[in-house]
């Protein structure tokens, strides 16, 4: 077996690799939601923001194809992971997490499942336009996003998701940093504050969009 295939093999090898590739999806979920925020800003201003990125051309589909891969490196290790934890069931282990369980790591695994699915309908929804709760048009971005979050159940389902979001990525961020090993595990992490200020920032970000054009904000 190779270097790389041993790296895998080992339950270290699929935590780091579940660490970086969660690191690089919360840079992209920052991304988005700065892109995103400028719904506030009028329309030319956010479908101007979809023009220049869809400019960009194989770059743009180059982090595309990058976020892709991360998110099936992300989701495979998860369940390889979570085969080896149901399997093994160490005493220890448990008791030595119970000091810092939360109600987010405690709900990771059904968190992760939800998300997945509902990556999948946000896709099929803004990008692929093959949902359509409202008319969908691939040159007037603001409309898409206007439009659906009028509609109080679309802008329902967003919200809650996005709760979900930030429960997995308050869990995620600070197993990341401990896991590559950037701070050590301790009973008042520090990376858990910054995981959860983080979070709360992320959420809040997503949040505002839906009820601010529910409630009229940027219509």
Known sequence: MSRLGRFWASTIG???????????????LIGHMAGNLQVFEGAERLNGYSRFLHSLGELLWLVRGVLLLALVLHIVAAVQLTRIDWAARPVGYEKHEAQAATFASRTIRI???????????????????TLEPA????????GNVTGSFAIPWVAGLYVAAMVVVGLHLYHGAWSAFRTLGITKASAHPLQRRIAGAVAFLVWLGFTIV???VLLGWAR
């Open 135 to 142: 008319p969908f048009s691939r040159e007037n971005v603001y």
């Open 14 to 28: 699929k935590k780091i690799v579940m660490g970086v590739t969660g690191l690089i999806m919360v840079g992209f």
């Open 210 to 212: 839906p009820l601010g």
């Open 111 to 129: 968190g992760g499942v939800l998300l997945a699915v509902f990556i999948v309908l946000h896709l099929m929804h803004f990008t692929l336009g």
